[in-house]
């Protein structure tokens, strides 16, 4: 058996490219990040999402494993904005070994809160950390990515910026067909009813209203009253668009469609990728997915 290892050692050694080098070690905390690290990173970089396909980061409870992940990382990403109150307690309790990279660093940020007419006077919102939503947004944090990549690996600098440049101008082109698709829908009717407070930078940045009976985190249970108020309201606005998440339990608005008369108009992709057979696999899958499913919708066309 030694003899053999032996033998084996120059015969690899031939074959190994010059140059060959192990792909950087990127934990991303959710599926969203993972495929904007993949996207600017190639072949240079291996990512692992922490909180995978489908599932809820608010939520989120890490496993040791996860806390392994995080400290033996070169580049660990994260949303920031108490997106993974879960990575915050990791990186309380143990220092990882590589650095860490806040996408949403220096977005402009508007307070947590579907608009409804609630108790809007109590305590300041915190800020929203949904920003991916909103395309203009996703390309600042492909700049803060690239930045972050380039640190942890500066001998892949021009990869990294030819890479994040392509992905930001497909995002720009993914944008103004966003805002094309959205300005065919007659602007009363832009209104649609969905789990939780996922949308308000694509609200803000299309010009969608988003009513939501869940409040940030999508485990929270609304009240009968707070229900009741979005019936009534989808009935007089006859609104036509709602939707399940991928994340998010479909309990409530389905119970809430039953309610209003509604008829459910497929599950949009909140705050998680789907799985890669599924429509969403990547960041710009899952905006094409749910505008595709948005606008029908909210014209009121049959589905
Ligand atoms: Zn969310």
Redesign the pocket.
């Known amino acids: 058996m030694h003899r053999r290892a032996l033998l084996a050692t120059p015969f690899l050694a031939t074959i190994r490219p010059a140059r060959a080098q192990a792909p950087l070690a990127v934990a991303a905390s959710f599926s969203i990040l993972a495929d904007m690290a993949r996207q600017i990173g190639g072949a240079r970089v291996t990512v692992t999402a922490i909180v995978g396909s489908d599932v809820?980061?608010?939520g989120f409870q890490a496993r040791p494993s996860d806390a392994a992940s995080v400290r033996n990382a070169a580049l660990v990403l994260r949303n920031g904005l108490n997106?993974e109150p879960w990575l915050d307690r990791l990186l309380g309790a143990s220092t990882p070994r590589g650095r860490v990279v806040t996408a949403t660093e220096r977005m402009a940020l508007r307070g947590m809160g579907a608009p409804v007419p609630a108790d809007r006077t109590g305590p300041r919102r915190p800020p929203d950390?949904?920003g991916w939503q909103d395309l203009g947004r996703a390309a600042l944090y492909v700049s803060n990515i690239e930045a972050g990549l380039i640190a942890a690996d500066p001998a892949g600098a021009e990869t990294y910026r030819d890479n994040a440049r392509a992905y930001r101008a497909r995002l720009a082109v993914l944008d103004a067909w966003v805002r094309a698709e959205i300005a065919s829908v007659p602007e009363a009717r832009r209104k649609i009813i969905t789990g939780?407070?996922?949308f308000g930078y694509f609200a803000e940045a299309y010009g969608v209203t988003f009513l939501a009976p869940q409040g940030?985190a999508?485990q929270g249970e609304p009240t009968a009253a707070a229900i009741g108020a979005l019936v009534r309201q989808a009935r007089a606005e006859r609104i036509s668009a709602i939707f399940l998440e991928n994340a998010t339990s479909p309990a409530i608005l389905e119970r809430l469609a039953q309610e209003a008369g509604m008829q459910v108009r497929g599950r949009l992709y909140?705050?998680a990728l789907s799985v890669a057979t599924g429509p969403a696999p990547t960041y710009e899958a899952m905006m094409r997915h749910n505008v595709t499913l948005m606008v029908p919708a909210m014209r009121g066309n049959a589905a």
């Open positions: 809820d980061s608010h997106f950390p949904h939780h407070d996922a940030m999508p909140a705050d």
